[in-house]
């Protein structure tokens, strides 16, 4: 209720601001003040326990700052990032825009974030002990041919920190980042990256799932390529989806054919057959975190019933407020 009646507000101010504000709310502990009662439905993936199934996708806290006031909201668990080995600006703004009319957002962010150091630094002081993701990702002026040297400088650094860590090749938002999700340069970086995990999981005794997210814009074929690749090389798990560069529903509006990756409401037809292909094509042997399009408890439903293990909640969060991550949870079956 204190969301619906402040939600006005908020939306009068630009959308790079309220972001912002919403960190600095959290960092004061406001999580507390927001969040309604959310049940216990235990859950266990990837060899992980989580209390519900109802987390945080990556992108809202990309510095870790906000991890113990997002944590009262009520969260299965927090997934942190997507942070890259150096600091970057990110892209010029304005780059986050607001379509109320069908409850979307098209963010052209590109990844600003302070770095992992930061991250590793506001990560070490949290009290929340539940299970933490750290969504990893490259600096824009590394070269694609390099990437990998990107992926495991962050992997290396954050795996003692992080209970999953999760691989993005998938925003619209660098410039390359998306030709990781295929072919050669798929294979190497699977192959190299579940090396390395393996070595620090035995170097510290304590296995850390490596997931991979990839973006809606595939057809059913190359989905199950890339699921056939994700099996043969020990992935423990894929997230499905991040944002579109398609424009379903939203073209006609005034800001809807602004560059970017569009989430939201108009995201989850898209992002839920993506679902369902890659759940048929991994036929049980990888979880799939179901994210994109989450408005309600229904739409949680939606993508259990497709074969989500977990879902992740973003954009629902900006227009429902963290009443959705309760509707989400007793919508869960």
Same mark, same amino acid.
């Given at each position: ?165 999760? /691989? ?5 938002? %660098? ?5 990781? *999700?295929? &072919?050669? #340069? =798929?294979?190497? !970086? ?100 179901? /994210? ?5 408890? %229904? ?5 259990? *019933?497709? &074969?989500? #293990? =977990?879902?992740? !909640? ?20």
């Amino acid at each position: 209720m204190l969301y619906r009646v402040a939600r006005p507000l908020l939306f009068a101010l630009p959308e790079e601001t309220v972001h912002d504000l919403t960190l600095t709310l959290l960092r004061q502990g406001g999580g507390r003040l927001l969040a309604p009662a959310v049940a216990d439905k235990p859950v266990q993936v990837m060899g992980l326990r989580f209390p519900n199934p109802v987390g945080l996708a990556a992108g809202l806290d990309k510095n870790g700052d906000c991890i113990d006031g997002l944590a009262a909201l009520g969260f299965g668990f927090i997934e942190v990032g997507t942070v890259t080995p150096r600091a970057q600006a990110g892209n010029p703004k304005p780059r986050l825009f607001r379509l109320p009319e069908a409850q979307a957002l098209i963010n052209r962010m590109g990844f600003n974030n302070k770095g992992v150091d930061y991250l590793l630094a506001a990560v070490r002081r949290r009290r929340f002990d539940g299970v933490l993701g750290i969504n990893i990702g490259k600096n824009a002026s590394t070269p694609v041919e390099q990437a990998v040297d990107d992926y495991l400088y962050c992997l290396e650094r954050v795996h003692a920190e992080a209970s999953y860590v999760v /691989v993005n090749v998938s925003s619209p938002n %660098t410039a390359g980042l998306r030709a990781l *999700q295929h &072919g050669d #340069a =798929l294979e190497r !970086l699977l192959e190299t990256l579940r090396a390395r995990q393996t070595e620090l999981d035995q170097r510290s005794g304590r296995r850390v799932p490596l997931v991979i997210k990839i973006a809606p814009d595939n057809d059913a074929d190359t989905l199950g390529a890339m699921a056939e690749a994700f099996v043969r090389h020990g992935m423990d798990g894929v997230i499905v989806s991040n944002t579109t560069i398609e424009r379903p529903q939203v073209g006609h509006l005034a800001r809807g054919k602004e560059q970017g990756g569009l989430s939201g409401a108009p995201l989850k037809p898209l992002a839920d057959q993506a679902l369902s292909t890659v759940v048929s094509a991994l036929n049980g042997a990888l979880p799939v975190i179901g /994210v994109g399009g989450i408005q309600s408890g %229904t739409d949680a439903a939606d993508k259990q *019933q497709r &074969g989500a #293990a =977990l879902v992740q !909640l973003y954009s629902g969060l900006i227009y429902q407020g963290p009443a959705l991550i309760k509707d989400a949870v007793d919508g869960w079956r």
